[in-house]
Every structure is written in structure tokens, then in C-alpha cells.
């Protein structure tokens, strides 16, 4: 049987070691020496260590003569016999592999993704793991994600004691991807494996790489990855190693794989970028001009790092000059990087993958990413994206999802994504190069059809019945949704009102400007307008809508826009400029023979002359109102009429025959089943009531309208009601009741992103609390109020300013009414 087998070197150190009660770590401290040479030395893989080395585990060790002197001969490899073969990656010609780039000495913020990787990495590496630790990070094209990944990999060296393996698999070039085979041959040779015993054939190479990963602990960096096909013959089956991989292309279905997923760095972390390229003295310098170009720059680190390494061969160039560089949108991209090392070079590869792929669908994400840069706006909906590429909403979903897969669209919510600012700019770039003036209109102008046709829908919902419905000339598209009801066209609006407003704009300043469409659009959008009370928007749409209307032809369409550029006026206050517009309105209703036209001006003139006390004219034109109505049986118009003259019956001081007339067209409004007619007209009696001192009677009449919208669920509605109660009991003076209608109203406001109304509120609280004497809160409230109506209409804003004045002044000792409209 022979003699027993001399201890091997890795034997002798973990017995000795185990002996002296030490952990891998507190020996290495104790020795002066890395716990990855212990581990290496333990596990075998280095069986002749330095001389030096052995020496100062021996001291450390505190061996005896007889225990050190056998110890150095072991180590000098002069006796010992192995237990096992040594694998072959590790014999002493091939080095353990540390292949990981130099981690960026200026890395910055990404904390959360750091900890998250570091703790689903750190966990595999042990004794015991239960599984391989798969860390996938994926983003655009220069958002980080090497950077990132090699910054932690740096961090896992003592985890990973058997090596780290680097490869960059080009996915997304330059050049072409690398085939699985080749990357299996690369990491092969790393582990030691002689170039001619690796298998040609994936499925063999794959089963040999696994074997020479078992039992150690590597950590593999895989780069650049394209698609899970070409990842997964390269990762290690069993617990010990593990991989963190990095692509623009979504991995998701890489099985077991912790997603981390990476944004555009924060205001503050691209500011610290910034300063760990040029130095914090000139970031200090120009700390607005530092904030602006990170802006500029997409907060993109690769972007970051371009502007940084141009300003640090220029070191007396001030910061400023390059936010003036980038400012011009079409010389952005020219300015962060021309060769392939840029920014347009990065997004360029992502879109080029797509471009040249086998399949259908990704060309078609190719081509369309220009095409849906096109329109302004901050977000981008599949329905906007099916009306810019003239798709099927199925089609478009495909389409805009796959750029979501790559990166090059960010998802923001279920069928609405985001362009980064950098990534525009390069579809515009390649929109302008390929795609003529026109073409571009077009594609603009189909969506503005989009949300003209919404509108329509939603108007068909707020204003049933409305005269303006059949002047509608924008087809069905199918691609919007069917709405369930009032409320939800008015939601879906509400989406999207910012992104339609600066499409418009965009619009007006492009050759659609002459287009009849944007005379239609405003018109379609009354319903809207006038139930979210968006009388800024609704001014905006209907500057130059009545001319543009008339040169088209389109007189009845040209009537009723100056009838409605009137509401923003009436509604804030500006009663003299609304009778002008509505009179204007009157004789072109009368020039077309439109008597429902003519009536409507009619009624609306009786409001508007009795709010500015002329009431014989208003009542003349109340009384012409009503006869026409009942001329034409038109019910709903009947009753508009009828609570205007009961408007100005109470101003005269006719209260009897001004609850008579409210009484009728309430009715009329109940028997047509009109929910919102039925709110608006308890209302408008209850804010008469108010303005004439019924007090009593106004909080009775507007309970009834806050009852009707309850149940109907409209926060709009509810916010008015709650308004006009407020000022009816403030009138009282029950202050509580007032107050607790305040705060009813505030949360309706919120809930309806109804901004001016919340302002006009807190101005109204302030009112109360000044007359109760707590200046203190009232002035804190009136600086709220003022923030909210800067942007708003002018006399909520004056009325605010004024009455924080007075209050400076001491002027306030008891509450008044101030109403101009609710």
C-alpha cells in the first residue's frame, strides 16, 4: 500500500491556520498579506508561493522549528504528494485571471445600484450559495452602465478570488457582435484551457466552460450584450462564480437575473460629475451655468464626460461658453463628441442594430424613430404614435415597445414613453436629413386631427346636443379609446393637454399655421375648456381662429369661435371686452340666418350687460333670448335664457319673479335629464343670490348643485360649489362652515389639477382669517394664492396682491364679498 502521502502545501496552511483559530481574513491581516493569496494558496491553485510569503506565514502561524522547517520545504515543492489532479487552469504557467479596465476614478452617485448589485453578488460568492449570481444592467447607449459595472466589480475582488474575466461582446458594435463560440474561446484560454482542446461546437464548449468554472469563485463581465442567445452559453452553472452584464437591450427574460435598470444621473450627481472632471473651483465658480449644462447635456454621463474633457484642456474657458454652445438644440449633438466615441455615434449604433436586423419589426423601430421625434411635447402615447406612422394602434404598440426594449424610448406609464432629450435631438437630426418640410407637417398635422377628434368625442359627452357638434369635419381614426362616460374623456385630456398645447404651438409656427384645422381644434374643444375652466388655453387656441375660419369659408365656424373667445373674458372679470366679442358674434349668427346662434349671443348678453349693471339693455336682451328659444323648441338653449333673465330679475330686486324663472329652467333642465345643466343652473341662481345679499337662499341653491355633482363625481363641479358655499356662510358670518368648505374645495381642486381654483381659494380663506383677525395666516395664505395665480388670469392675481396690501395696511377688520365669477 505504500507510505501515506505527504501533506500538500494547501493541507499544511488551512490545518495550521484552523489551529491557530483564524479566519482566512485575520490571518491575511495578521501576515500582511491579501485573504485572496490565502484563498488561492488553500485552494491549491498556487502551490510554489514567494519566499517572503512563506515567511511571513510562518510568523504568523507561530509554528515551531519542526513545523516551519516543513512547511518551507513543502512549499519549495522538494515533497509532497497531491491528494487530487490540480485542474488545469491551474498550473503556474497561467496566471489567475484580473482582467476588469480600470474602474472611473471620477464615478459618481448610482448608490442604490451599487448596493443592490453588491448585495445579490456578495451573497452568491459564499460557501453554501444556493445559486449563480446574475446581475443584469441595461440603459441607453452613454448612460453608465460599464462604468457602473466595473466600479463594483472592483469592490467584489476579495469575493472573487479565483479571477475576474472582462469581455465585450459588441452588441451594439463597433463592429460585429461577437458569436458565441469566439467569447467561449476567449474565456477558455483565460481559465487556462489549451486552445486545442476547446470543443468547435457551442453546446461542447459550453459544457467544458461550466466545468472549469465549478468549484471556483470568478466573477465574469460581460459587456456589451446583445440579446440573451448570445449571454447565456457563457455563464457558469453553479454556485461560487457569478456574472454582471451589461446592455442597451432589455434582458428581461434572462431567467434569475436581478434587473437593474439605469436613468439619466440627478441634477446634483451630473453637477458632481462635472466637478470630478474639471475640478470643484470652477464648478463653485459657476454653479447656474454647471446646473444648466448638465441639463443640456441629458444629465448623460458619456455626455458629461465629453463636455468635462473639453473644458479641461481649456481651462480658461468659461463654463458659460458651452451652455451657450448647447443651447442651439441642432448643434447639440456636434458638441458632445463627432467621432465614434460621441454621443450621436452611441445612439447611432442602438438604432444601426435595429436597421440591419432579420427581423421586420425591429427595421420598422428603426425607421420609425425619427418620424415620432417629430412632434414637441413632453410625452408620447401609442395613440399619437399609430396617428405619426399611420399604423394600427397594434402595429404601433410593437413598434414603440421594441425602442422601449432598446432604450431609445423610456416607458413612463402603460401605452405612454419618453424620449431622453439627447435621443430627440437625434431623430430630429435624422427627421431634417431625410424627411422634407412637408412630410414633417404632415406627420404634425395628424396628430393634431388625433386630438381633434378626442375632442369631439369629449364634447359629445360634456355638451350633448351642442350646435357646434355638427361642424365637426375630422373623420374617425379607431385609434382612440372609447371613452365610458364624461369623466374619462375629460381624464384623457387632461393627459394630454400640456403635449397638445406645445403641438399647436408647434403647429403655429410651422405652414399648418393656415391650415383650417386649427380654426376647427379650438372649436372642438369648448367642451373641455369650459368644464375644466381652462380659459387660458382656451384664449391661446382662439387667437386668430375667427379669421383664420372666414378664410377658409367657414362662417358658422368663425361665429361660434367669437361667440366662445368671449367665455375667457366673462370668466375672468373682463365683462366690457366679452360684450364686445359676443355682439361682434351676434351680427355674424344674424348674417348666416343662425337663430339658435342668435339667441345663444342673446342670453349671453343679458349675463353679461347685468354684471355690468345695465340692466334695462340686459333684460331686452334676455326677453329677445327666450322668445327666440321658444321660436326655434329649443328646450336646453330655453333655459340658458330663462336663468338669465332670472339673473337680472333678482338685480332688480324681483325676487319673486327671479325664483320663478331659476324654477323653470331648473325644470327644464330635470325633464331633459341634463345633469350638468341642472348643476350649472342652481349655481348661477345661488351666485346671483350672492351678489344681491341672499344670502340664506344662495347656501340652499348651491347645496342642491354640490348634491348634483356629488353623485355625478365631477371634483370640478364640486370645487365651485364649495367655493360659492364658502362665501355664502363667510357672508353670515359662520366662519367654521366657511372654512370647512374651503378645505372641501382645496382637496376638489387638487384632485382636478385645478390650479387657479386652489389659488382663488386660499384667497378666500385668507379673507376669513383676516376677518377673524389672524393676519399671520392670512398673509401666509395670500403668498400661496399669489404663487398659483402668477400664471393665471390677471384679476385673481391683482385681487390677491391687493388685499395682502390692505392687510399690511391694517385696512381689514371685517369680511366682504368679493365675487367676480365662480
Known sequence: MGEPATPTLSELLRTFRTRAGLTQAALAARAGLSEQAISVLERGTRSRPRADTVRSLVEA??????????????????????????????????????????????????????????????????????????????????????????????????????????????????????????????????????????????????????????????????????????????????????????????????????????????????VDLLAGVIGPTRVAAEPDATRILASYSGRLPLAIRLVGGRLATRPTWPIQHFVDVLQDEERRLDSLGADETGVRASIASSVQFLATSDRDLDRQAAAALPWLAVPDGSDLTTGVAAAVLELPLRRADAIVERLVDLNLLESVAPARFRFHDLIRAYGREVADQTFSPTERDEALSRVLRYYTEAAWACQALTHAGNPRLPLATVGTSGLLPVFSGREAALRWLDLEQRNLMDRYRQARQSSLADSALLAEMPLALFGYHESRRRWQEMRELGAGSVELALRHGRRAVAAWLQHDNAIPDAETGRAGAAVTRIQRALQMFTDIDDRFGQARCCSSLAYLLGLEGKIDDALAYGRIALSLSRTIKDTTLEGVSLTAVGGLYDRTGDFARADEAFAQAIDLAEQANDTRAIFKRYLNASFVHVQVGRYQDAVRMAEYALHVVEYAGDATFQGESHHLLAIAHAAQGDFTAAAGHIESGLQMARTAHDTEREGRLYVELARINAARGDRASAADQLHTAMTMLRNGADVYYADARELLAKLHRGEIDHYQVVVYSI
Do not use: C
Not at 113 to 122: E, H, K, M, T
Not at 178 to 206: C, K
Open 61 to 270: 502561524l507561530s509554528l515551531s522549528t519542526a513545523e516551519a522547517t516543513q512547511f518551507h520545504t513543502v512549499a519549495r515543492g522538494k515533497i509532497g504528494t497531491p491528494r487530487r489532479p490540480a485542474p488545469a487552469a491551474a498550473t503556474d504557467d497561467v496566471p489567475t485571471p484580473w482582467q476588469l479596465p480600470p474602474a472611473a476614478p471620477d464615478f459618481t452617485g448610482r448608490a442604490a445600484q451599487v448596493d443592490a448589485i453588491l448585495s445579490v453578488l456578495r451573497d452568491s460568492s459564499g460557501a453554501g450559495a444556493p445559486a449563480v449570481g446574475l446581475v443584469t444592467i441595461t440603459g441607453m447607449g452613454g448612460i453608465g452602465k460599464t462604468t457602473l459595472a466595473v466600479h463594483v466589480a472592483h469592490k467584489l475582488v476579495d469575493s472573487f478570488p479565483d479571477g475576474h474575466l472582462y469581455l465585450n461582446l459588441r452588441g451594439y458594435g463597433p463592429g460585429e457582435p461577437v458569436p458565441p463560440i469566439d467569447a467561449q474561446r476567449h474565456l477558455l484560454r483565460s481559465l487556462g484551457s489549451d486552445v486545442g482542446s476547446i470543443p468547435d461546437e457551442v453546446d461542447a464548449a459550453t459544457a467544458l466552460l461550466r466545468s472549469q468554472l465549478a468549484g471556483r469563485r470568478v466573477l465574469l463581465l460581460l459587456d456589451n450584450v446583445a440579446e440573451v442567445a448570445q449571454v447565456l452559453p457563457l455563464l457558469p452553472s453553479h454556485p461560487g462564480s457569478a456574472a454582471i452584464i451589461t446592455s442597451r437591450g432589455s434582458l428581461a427574460n434572462l431567467s434569475g437575473s436581478r434587473q437593474i435598470m439605469l436613468d439619466a444621473l440627478s441634477e446634483s450627481e451630473s
